[in-house]
Every structure is written in structure tokens, then in C-alpha cells.
């Protein structure tokens, strides 16, 4: 048992603050309350298989024991013993009923990020309680997040894995594990994180999260007395790029892949570049910093889908006038039901689709083309994601706002548009090639053009569903495309009936502020 050598035990490596806040009387009465469900009372005799919600998040965040961590640190902040002595009973409670391996366990509690999440705080909890069933548990969780058949090596788990390996490590003496540990974050943030600062996660909220825990990490590391690696450092710097120019005019990420529309990233320096091309997969484009009222948009293509990605190359989001425009679907949950299986498809996105032919999820796209003044971008990007050649090309154009987008594919084949409004914006209008849609302060028009300027139309105007947030819905306007295997689609902030003239290849649309001309038949 390790508990007979508690005598070489280490420092305890105890940052409270990473622990979520918690409503401490709440918690001493036996109740807790976890990403945002109702309460749950789980007493004193707690039944560790429970999911009330049925949500795997809940069920996660009960045995990570956060929440019982966040006892001990109130307990050093005020003193109050009662804090501490229900931490302990909670963990102790814990450690009895789930054996590992146990029969009757719920698979939660030695799910990987569990053991991770939970270990700092038993961690925190043995600075201040002499238990040898505490001691021998850290051991166990010590052994389990060493194995390297366990370790998600370049994921946010991973690091997860990395601090509470190190900070077991410090506490039971085992330099072995702390350097291990150290070892690994290096290695993973250089495979995770790229020199621009794109997370190779595909979803800047996940770009904050590892911010985040790396700046846990660089403290624990100084705290072991070990020296904080220079690179990794770095690649924690680089992620602060990524982040703010991912964060749009109203202080939201942009709700990209796994991020929640309602998460906000502030505080994070930027470099004063209005328009950044991410070779992870980004463009990220604004008329100013600082400014609520700025227009912003987004654009992404790059490496196939992976871990917090969504099948959303090609798509673009766009806000004008301090306002949302084009969205996303968004993040919704983790939970496998069908409508979460759909906001990772492409039709929860801003996208082109080839009619007819198979998607290949995961498919590369390339940036083939970019073209980037002052107050107006153009971008060309391609990929094969149906089988044949989809190209999108994207011109935005600041001070008379418009977005404009030409979808083409091969002859003998015809492409389809998918726009997702802000939930703010109702249908107002519909006539051939004209789809108008506003609120009581404003109007935006969705123009659908031949190369030649002439109205298409054919449009299908019907219900969609976004998310704003965390297991929530909000209706939205979605505009279907008629099939084309050209066609060219404006967005006009501002203005209900914005004119429209061709002069051979060139394409005038008269915006709220002021003309723009174009070429009809290429973009970029």
C-alpha cells in the first residue's frame, strides 16, 4: 500500500482556481448543479450510477469531483471546517463505491477525462487530510494517466492527462511522473498547435480551453520546480492570435465547429491585421478592432474534419452593421441524437452542395486564391468533396457592405446554396432571384444572380434551427438555392431593394453605402 511511504510524500500542487464555482451551501446541503440543468439532490448516501438528465456531460462532471475540489478551496479561503470535512466525505464516499472495474461502476467514473479532471482535486484534498485511502487512489490514478496506452496525445484530454499526472507525481515524490508529464505537453502542444496558433481541434472554443489549461499547466510547472520549456511557452502565445481574430465584433467566438455561440473570449491581444489567413483552415476578416459595430465574416477550408470540426469547408458566416448576418448551426451538446448528428453535417452550414452526388465527410479543401485590400477581399477555394470539382469564390466589400459568392461546379452538374439568417431575421419578402428578411430596425436582401446579373429564382424559404447555446434551439431562416452549375449569391445588409445592373461581364449593386462593381463571371 503507498500510504506506508506517505512520509516522502511531495508538495501538493493545489490550484484551486481551475475549479468551477460552485454554490458552497447548495453543495454542503447535498446538491449539485452541472452545466446549466437543474439541481439534483443527491444526499448523503450519493448513488454514483445517477443521471438524471440523461446528459453525458452531467454524468462527467459528477466524477470529476471538481466540485467537491472546490470545497477544499473554500475551506483555505475562509476557514470553515465544515467545507473540508464534506470533501472528504464526498471523496471518501467516492473511492469506496467506485472500485475500478467494479460491476456495479457507472463507466463514467474511470472514463479517461474523469480520472484526469479528478485527480488534481484529490490532490488538493490530501494537503489537508491524512487518508492511506486517499494516498493509495492518487497512486491508482497516478499509474492509470502514466499508461500510455491511455494518453490522447495532441487532444485538450491529453492535456488534461499532463497536469494531473504532474501534480500526482509532485505529491507521491515520483519525479519520474512529473518529468513524463512535462515531456508530454511539450510534444503535444507542438502537434495540436500550430505556429500561426491554430488548435488543429477545428473549433476555437477549443482554442480557449487550452489556453487556458496551459496557463494551469506553465503555473504547475513553475510550482513543481521544474523549469516551464520555452516552446511551450510559445505555442501557449500563438493560441491568443487564433483566438482573437476568431472573436467577432459583439466579444463572441465565432460559433466554429464544437463552439458554443454564446462563449466569450475576452482580454486577448491582437495584432491590429484586419484580415488573417490561418493555413489551419481560416480566414477570419474585419472592418475594425475595438469597434461593436464593425463588420466581420468568416471563411473556412483547409485539413478534412476532425475531433471538434464540423463538416463546414466552404462555408462562410457574415456580420454587418454591428449585427449577425449569415450563421451557423453551432454547438448544441455532446449527446448522440440525431439534430447534434446534424450540426456537424453540411447542411447546418453556410455551404455548397453538388446535387445528386455522395459527400465524402472528411474531404481537404484548398484556399487557391487570395486577394486582400483595404476595404474590400476576395478569396477562391476548391476541393472534391462530392467526387467533382466544387469551387466557391467570396468577395466582401466594407463601408458599402455586401458579400457576394459564386458557386460553380463542372457541366453536367449543378450545385445548391444553403444560407442560415441570424434567428433575429424573419422573411419580409419573396420574388424571383429576391429574398428579403428584417427585423424591426433592419432589412437584409439575399440577391441570386446569373454570371450575367439576371435574377434566378426558384428559392426555397422555409424553418431552420440554430443554437445560441448549450442545449438550446433558437428558429432561424434557412434559403435554399435553385440548382445551378453557376450561380452567383449577394448579400445585402441594410437595404430591402438594392438595384441591380450589368454591363457585360461587370455587376453593379447599389448597397445603402454606395454602389459595388464586380465581375459576374469570376470573383476573385
Not at 127 to 148: T, Y
Not at 297 to 312: A, N, Q, V
Request: charged share 20%; aromatic share 8%.
Amino acid at each position: 500500500m503507498f500510504w506506508r511511504a506517505r512520509k516522502a510524500l511531495g508538495p501538493a500542487i493545489c490550484l484551486a482556481d481551475q475549479f468551477p464555482t460552485i454554490k458552497v451551501p447548495e453543495v454542503m446541503a447535498g446538491r449539485v448543479t452541472f452545466v446549466s440543468l437543474p439541481p439534483v439532490d443527491l444526499g448523503q448516501d450519493i448513488d454514483w450510477r445517477l443521471n438524471p438528465h440523461g446528459n453525458r456531460s452531467w454524468a462527467l462532471n459528477l466524477h470529476t469531483l471538481r466540485w467537491m475540489g472546490r470545497l477544499v478551496a473554500e475551506y483555505e479561503r475562509s476557514g470553515d471546517r465544515a467545507c473540508l470535512d464534506q470533501a472528504e466525505i464526498v471523496a471518501d464516499d467516492w473511492m469506496r463505491k467506485n472500485p475500478r472495474g467494479g460491476a456495479d461502476v457507472s463507466p463514467w467514473a474511470w472514463a479517461e477525462h474523469a480520472v484526469a479532471l479528478r485527480a488534481p482535486a484529490l490532490v488538493c484534498l490530501s494537503a489537508h487530510v491524512d487518508s492511506p485511502r486517499l494516498l493509495d487512489s492518487l497512486a491508482e490514478h497516478g499509474g492509470i494517466l502514466s499508461d500510455p496506452a491511455l494518453y490522447r496525445q495532441g487532444h485538450n484530454h491529453g492535456l488534461d492527462q499532463d497536469i494531473a499526472l504532474l501534480v500526482v507525481g509532485c505529491r507521491l515524490g515520483r519525479d519520474g511522473w512529473r518529468d513524463l508529464a512535462i515531456r508530454r505537453m511539450l510534444a503535444s502542444a507542438e502537434l495540436a498547435i500550430d505556429e500561426q496558433g491554430v488548435l488543429h481541434e477545428q473549433a476555437p472554443r477549443y482554442g480557449l480551453y487550452v489556453h487556458r489549461r496551459l496557463g494551469v499547466a506553465l503555473r504547475a510547472i513553475e510550482e513543481s520546480g521544474a523549469g516551464i520549456p520555452e516552446r511551450l511557452a510559445g505555442r501557449r502565445s500563438a493560441l491568443e492570435a487564433y483566438i482573437a481574430h476568431a472573436t467577432q465584433p459583439d466579444g463572441f467566438l465565432a460559433p466554429l465547429g464544437d463552439s458554443p455561440a454564446d462563449t466569450r473570449a475576452a482580454g486577448f491581444a491582437h495584432d491590429g491585421v484586419a484580415v488573417r489567413v490561418f493555413d489551419g483552415g481560416y480566414v477570419f476578416g474585419r472592418t475594425a478592432w475595438g469597434d461593436p459595430e464593425s463588420a466581420f465574416y468568416s471563411i473556412r477550408f483547409g485539413p478534412g474534419r476532425r475531433l471538434h470540426g464540423h463538416e463546414d469547408h466552404l462555408g462562410v458566416t457574415y456580420h454587418a452593421q454591428g449585427r449577425p448576418v449569415l450563421v451557423e448551426a453551432g454547438f448544441h451538446s455532446y449527446e448522440k441524437t440525431d439534430y447534434v448528428a446534424w450540426t456537424s453535417s453540411p447542411d447546418a452550414h453556410n455551404v455548397p452542395a453538388v446535387v445528386g452526388a455522395g459527400f465524402r465527410a472528411g474531404t481537404a479543401t484548398r484556399l487557391d486564391a487570395a486577394d486582400i485590400g483595404a476595404s474590400r477581399q476576395s478569396f477562391r477555394l476548391s476541393d472534391d468533396a462530392y467526387g467533382v470539382r466544387r469551387t466557391r469564390e467570396v468577395l466582401v466589400s466594407h463601408g458599402s457592405d455586401l458579400m457576394a459568392v459564386l458557386d460553380s461546379v463542372p457541366e453536367g452538374y449543378a450545385v445548391r446554396g444553403l444560407w442560415h439568417f441570424d434567428p433575429s431575421l424573419r422573411l419580409v419578402d419573396q420574388r424571383d432571384g429576391v429574398v428579403v428578411l428584417g427585423d424591426d430596425a433592419r432589412r437584409v436582401t439575399l440577391l441570386q444572380l446569373t454570371t450575367g446579373g439576371r435574377p434566378v429564382g426558384g428559392q426555397t424559404v422555409q424553418r431552420g434551427t440554430v443554437s445560441p447555446g448549450y442545449l438550446r434551439t433558437a428558429e432561424t431562416v434557412t434559403v435554399s438555392s435553385p440548382e445551378a452549375s453557376r450561380l452567383l449569391t449577394v448579400i445585402v445588409p441594410g437595404g430591402a431593394d438594392p438595384a441591380v445592373s450589368a454591363e457585360g461581364d461587370l455587376i453593379t449593386v447599389r448597397t445603402p453605402g454606395g454602389p459595388v462593381t464586380f465581375r459576374g463571371s469570376r470573383l476573385q
